[in-house]
Structures are given as structure tokens and as C-alpha cells.
């Protein structure tokens, strides 16, 4: 079992930043791919970003590349999203989520274990 807890959401004006951040505790943090998926009302959970489970390996979604950054502290089993020049089209929930030895890193079903998501609203 992996237990996932995002924070760092909330409310912020178009072209700012936020971080969020996402504990895991459980299994060993290696061994999983993590990745940040984003839903917003009335739409299916999209892909955002992920690390394979080396870390060796960064992927992003069109939608965010060059503006959001993820990165990973092994010590702290903590995986992070910065977000940079955030857009109204940005606003979601950001769930986060671990996938055992998954090599499907944009496909939300290959995934085994989820957060409880963050909210991230961004305002024009």
C-alpha cells in the first residue's frame, strides 16, 4: 500500500505560481512511477506530469511544458509540481499519483494509488 497526501493548492492570479507538493509513505518510493494528473469540472482527469520510477525520466503534457516543473526528494518520499505562469485554463483539482513499475506514465489507469487531490484555482 502507498499512501499519497497532496498540498499546496489555492487561489492565485493569472501568470503567478504555486508548488504543490505530494508525501508518500508505504512501499518503497523507488520502486513507483509518480505523476500529477489535473480534472476540471466537467472533464476527464488529464495528464500533467510524471517521473519514471528511476527518476531517470521526466515527462510533461503539451499544455505545460516550459511552465510547470516536477521533481522528487527520495529523503523525503515527497514529489513536487512547480507551477509557473499559471492560466484560468489551469484550474482543477491536481491529484497525485503512484503507479508500480508502470511504464504508461500519461495513462491514468496504469496508476495504483491516488491522492485525496489538491484544488488550484487561477484567476483572470
Known amino acids: 500500500q502507498v499512501q499519497l497526501a497532496e498540498s499546496g493548492g489555492g487561489l492565485v492570479q493569472a501568470r503567478g505560481s504555486l508548488r504543490l507538493s505530494c508525501a508518500a509513505s508505504g512501499r518503497t518510493f523507488r520502486a513507483y512511477a509518480m505523476g500529477w494528473f489535473s480534472q476540471a469540472p466537467g472533464k476527464e482527469r488529464e495528464f500533467v506530469a510524471a517521473?519514471?520510477?528511476?527518476?531517470?525520466?521526466?515527462y510533461y503534457a503539451d499544455s505545460v511544458k516550459g511552465r510547470f516543473t516536477i521533481s522528487r526528494d527520495n529523503a523525503k518520499n515527497t514529489v513536487y509540481l512547480q507551477m509557473n505562469s499559471l492560466k484560468p485554463e489551469d484550474t482543477a483539482v491536481y491529484y497525485c499519483a503512484a503507479g508500480y513499475g508502470t511504464t504508461s506514465y500519461s495513462a491514468r489507469g496504469k496508476y495504483d494509488y491516488w491522492g485525496q487531490g489538491t484544488q488550484v484555482t487561477v484567476s483572470s
Open positions: 517521473f519514471s520510477p528511476s527518476g531517470s525520466r521526466i
